[in-house]
């Protein structure tokens, strides 16, 4: 049994920051050993890469936030932070946190960002 549970999300105005966690409860695997990582969503839009880290530690990032957003993890929490500055109105979405271990994805339920200008 996996479970992401994600925290963090809320409205902002533009130029605010926010910053998401989302716990991996699991006995099953450590994060330290998957790659982790963000996807987004818009209204009307396909879900998005937002971050992510890979298994050898190397994270990449969508060019629209690039220099703005920080991924991260805590391997003894086994938990993944995305810590958004400078937010934008087009950074407004359901944000989802995601593990892959093995070759199996598990996503989080999602929570919603919203950025007002």
């Known amino acids: 049994q996996v479970q992401l549970v994600e925290s963090g999300g809320g409205l902002v105005q533009a130029g605010g920051s926010l910053r998401l966690s989302c716990a991996a409860s699991t006995s099953m695997f450590s994060i330290s050993a998957s790659a982790v990582g963000w996807f987004r969503q818009a209204p009307g839009n396909e879900r998005e890469l937002v971050a992510n880290i890979l298994r050898g530690g190397s994270t990449n990032y969508a060019d629209s936030v690039k220099g703005r957003f920080t991924i991260s993890r805590d391997n003894a929490k086994n938990t993944v932070y995305l810590q958004m500055d400078s937010l934008k109105p087009e950074d407004t979405g359901v944000y989802y946190c995601?593990?892959?271990?093995?070759?199996?994805?598990?996503w989080g339920q999602g929570t919603q960002v919203t950025v007002s200008s």
């Open positions: 995601w593990i892959r271990n093995w070759g199996y994805d598990y």
